[in-house]
């Protein structure tokens, strides 16, 4: 029984603890374990090797996202070096091991951290991993959700459970309410912009506050998705009524007594009043301007309509060098090649519909290669019962299958062009690194809204005066 005040993290983390163990570790019990196409097939050849079994298959799933094409009519052929050979290894080895698999043509694939919270396989309160850093997604409806190697994921579909050092806990403040234009997506990376890319410095972080209780579920999770980018362990925002009103209905969601009794649980996780945290930060998002990141880590960001800094050590210096710019150089009305809307950050119906406000009725700049993916084929068809597929295709846009696609250059698509080297894309996604979407590709991260904007000006823009004309 415990009588002192927690907070949710220590909640949550107590009431799965199999065996304490030495020091702060304990092995803690796993409520579902995700896994992918890029990671999934190495994780079962590694059980299978060492003669084990997975322990709960109604608990593991499995779905198709990093190394699918996003091309309309595509199949198991595609763009990654070998990638058939995955996806015909996991899809085997999935039926062999007995768990679902959302595979291509199924209506519940989509990319892993897009579909656990949508089909309400993570659930507020519950753990769970995937072999893929940005798990911590499902936090954003009160999840606690990590990221693990393919070893862990052996050892956590063998046993449904791991062991984990308790980690430093972290709350969040985002003060006041963000205005029309500026998302979660310009939240965080306002976050991360102030205390640095390693500022969470592997924390699990609770992100409160009225601006956060203000987001749609579809936000908190845009939030909780860039917590490691933030260098924490995981993210995650309490479950409110909001938060089951949004789960209400969805395909692996309790039902019946045990939706009652569930919701009662989840709404009982909110941190109690006096709860002790390691750290707490404040952000002030009453004038927050839309942020587009310059340089080539997530906290090198400014406002969209600000400048570039000077540079104060080493590392923004090389970061300018790449992204061919200079001090004090505007950030908007630099030219860019291409836009992506997608990834597991920025690819769910409410995106949509904000880049499609920005678009509607207007044109991708010539020369400008934009491209949308849903998160999800749930997304892609949600989106496309409401018509925002058509105002993508008459903008000018390419509208994609689900999956992860551009957010990385290891999925096989990239914005690499032969005989023009540094490209310079806007994007949605989560990580700017070198490289990440194409050798000597220059990626500015920013929400779906200035991503949009972005597109049809054919530089980098601010999305808020395309919003102002009652459209």
């Known amino acids: 029984m415990h009588t002192s005040p927690r907070n949710i993290i220590e909640k949550i ?59 309309p009519g595509r199949g198991d052929d595609t763009l990654v070096r070998g990638g058939r050979t995955f996806i015909e290894a996991f899809r085997a080895s999935s039926r062999r091991a007995g768990i679902r698999l959302f595979d291509l043509g199924d209506p519940r694939q989509g990319i892993a951290h897009v579909v656990s919270p949508e089909l309400a396989i993570a659930l507020p309160g519950s753990t769970m991993v995937c072999c893929d850093s940005h798990t911590c997604t499902a936090g954003g409806i009160g999840a606690l959700a990590w990221g693990i190697g393919t070893t862990e994921g052996e050892h956590a579909v063998a046993t449904q459970c791991l062991v984990r050092s308790r980690p430093k806990t972290m709350r969040v403040l985002f003060h006041g309410r963000i205005a029309p234009g500026v998302s979660a997506k310009d939240m965080v990376l306002a976050l991360i912009g102030r205390y640095g890319a390693g500022g969470g410095d592997g924390h699990a972080i609770e992100f409160a506050g009225e601006a956060v209780r203000a987001l749609e579920v579809e936000g908190r999770l845009t939030l909780c998705n860039m917590a490691v980018e933030f260098g924490a362990w995981t993210g995650l925002v309490a479950p409110d009524a909001r938060t089951a009103q949004w789960l209400a209905g969805r395909a692996f969601a309790p039902r019946g ?60 210096g090389r970061a300018l060098d790449y992204m061919a710019l200079q001090a004090g150089q505007r950030l908007q009305g630099i030219p860019i090649d291409a836009a992506f809307i997608g ?77 023009k080297p540094g490209r310079r894309v806007i994007t949605s996604t989560n990580r700017n690194f070198e490289g990440r979407q194409g050798p000597g590709v220059r990626s500015h991260l920013a929400s779906p809204a200035t991503v949009a904007a972005s597109a049809i000006a054919g530089c980098i823009a601010d999305p808020r005066p395309l919003l102002g004309e009652g459209r």
């Open 343 to 419: 990834s597991c950050t920025n690819s769910r119906l409410p995106d949509l519909r904000a880049a499609a406000q920005v678009v509607r009725g207007r044109r991708v700049a010539p020369g400008v290669k934009a491209i949308v993916v849903p998160g999800s084929t749930g997304v892609k068809h949600a989106a496309e019962a409401e018509g925002l597929d058509r105002v993508f295709v008459e903008a000018g846009f390419e509208w994609r299958e689900s999956g992860c696609s551009l957010c990385f250059f290891a999925g096989g698509d990239n914005f690499d062009q032969p005989g």
């Open 257 to 316: 007594a045990a939706w009652d009794a569930a919701v009662s649980h989840w709404l009982a996780l909110a941190s109690d009043e006096g709860a002790r945290w390691d750290r707490q930060l404040d952000v002030d998002c009453s004038r927050l301007a839309p942020q587009v990141t310059w340089g080539t880590n997530p906290g090198q960001v400014t406002a969209v309509d600000g400048a570039v800094p000077r540079a104060a050590d080493g590392d923004a």
């Open 13 to 71: 983390w107590d009431e799965h603890v199999v065996a304490r163990m030495e020091g702060d570790q304990a092995l803690l019990h796993i409520d579902r374990v995700f896994l992918h196409d890029r990671a999934g097939p190495r994780v079962f050849s590694g059980l299978e090797e060492a003669g084990h079994r997975v322990a709960h298959p109604g608990l593991v799933f499995g779905t198709m996202d990093h190394i699918v094409d996003t091309l």
